[in-house]
């Protein structure tokens, strides 16, 4: 058992330039999500994903795309890569049924934009 | 959306010390989460309590939903209990405190 697997773990991208941060979890979890933590700073949502074909935007979505079309893969797009976008990027599932229960985090993404 | 302030943001104690961790949000919530990410950044979900008390261990967490606060107890600290601890609230769009970083010296 897996659990969320992120990749790849480190990533250094030119501005301008895009890539996929790749999410995949083995729980058959409903819920899945895409954060940004930037030092000294909690967490902040990206978007999120209810169930395979639904997602929606959270708190910092400008800039990155998503799609969930299985259950198991949550991937995130970078579109043009900007300096701002330099962060941790961590994906998570949980259960879901309105209470997000075996909440579940990947070991992130370390994003460096030059 | 809801906002969640802890404290307080930095904590030293010696090992074996008891201590308390605060998360108060701005209005009712009905999922409640608290994390620990350890120095190698990892996080791990410690407890869900929307409401009530909960232990594992040493650990401990209340939460009083019509008070817009929880709180979490670390007993007996240890060394590897290092690391910063974030509460976190709501559903699908949810939202993380900035964290109490706890550092516990031998």
């Known amino acids: 058992n897996a659990g969320v697997t992120q990749t790849p773990k480190f990533q250094v991208l030119k501005t301008g330039q895009s890539m996929t941060l790749q999410c995949a979890q083995d729980m058959n979890h409903e819920y899945m999500s895409w954060y940004r933590q930037d030092p000294g700073m909690g967490l902040r949502l990206i978007h999120y994903?209810?169930?395979?074909?639904?997602?929606d935007q959270g708190e910092v979505p400008n800039g990155y795309n998503v799609s969930r079309s299985t259950t198991e893969d949550f991937p995130l797009r970078l579109l043009s890569a900007a300096p701002s976008q330099t962060s941790v990027y961590f994906c998570a599932s949980s259960y879901s049924g309105g209470t997000n229960y075996g909440y579940t985090f990947g070991s992130g993404t370390r994003l460096t934009v030059v | 959306g809801i906002q969640v302030e802890q404290s307080p943001p930095d904590l030293i104690l010696q090992e074996g010390a008891n201590s308390t961790l605060r998360c108060n949000f701005s209005d009712s919530v009905n999922n409640l989460q608290w994390f620990h990410q350890n120095p190698w950044g990892q996080l791990i979900n410690l407890f869900y309590i929307p409401s009530g008390t909960k232990q594992n261990g040493r650990l401990s967490a209340t939460t009083v939903a019509t008070e817009r606060y929880s709180l979490l107890y670390i007993s007996s600290s240890q060394t590897t209990d290092s690391g910063v601890y974030f509460c976190a609230v709501d559903y699908n769009d949810m939202r993380f405190g900035a964290g109490t970083r706890l550092t516990v010296k031998p």
């Open positions: 994903s209810v169930g395979a074909g639904i997602t």
